[in-house]
């Protein structure tokens, strides 16, 4: 039986820089959702979670994090890099024949109910965080 919605909970995987943590990451989201009862999400939530993380990854030299959290209805899906720089602005969806990617953003802008990034600078930490929230109705 899933664990009462209503309770706010918080996840997050340290990956490294490489493309199979993108593979680890959407199938740990799907673990996560499905055992808190929120299978109604998980197609469009591992979607976004491949984009962020595959930004991670792409973008950066350094290590990843994929965090997910539960609160008040809300999913929030994000992802760490070391890099500070912000992230590209996203592209239009349409078919461009000389763009084989950079449509992620532009996808999670889409699909997800709210997006947005913010630098890190704490503790001497450096980087930012991408996230995306969907909510549960």
Avoid at 23 to 47: C, K, N, P, Y
Avoid at 59 to 77: E, Q
Avoid at 108 to 137: I, M, Q, S, Y
Wanted: aromatic residues 6%; proline residues 8%; hydrophobic residues 45%.
């Amino acid at each position: 039986m899933p664990e009462n919605q209503a309770e706010p909970w918080e996840y997050c995987l340290y990956i490294p820089n490489d493309l199979r943590a993108v593979t680890v990451s959407r199938r740990t989201l799907r673990l996560i959702l499905t055992m808190h009862g929120l299978i109604r999400l998980v197609d469009v939530a591992e979607l976004l979670a491949a984009e962020l993380v595959s930004n991670a990854v792409r973008h950066t030299k350094g290590p990843a994090a994929l965090r997910v959290c539960w609160s008040a209805g809300v999913l929030r899906i994000g992802a760490w890099d070391a890099d500070p720089e912000p992230p590209r602005p996203p592209r239009s969806l349409e078919p461009d024949a000389g763009l084989e990617d950079g449509r992620g953003l532009a996808l999670v802008r889409a699909c997800a109910d709210l997006w947005g990034w913010h630098p890190l600078a704490r503790h001497g930490n450096r980087g930012k965080f991408v996230w995306c929230e969907l909510a549960a109705a």
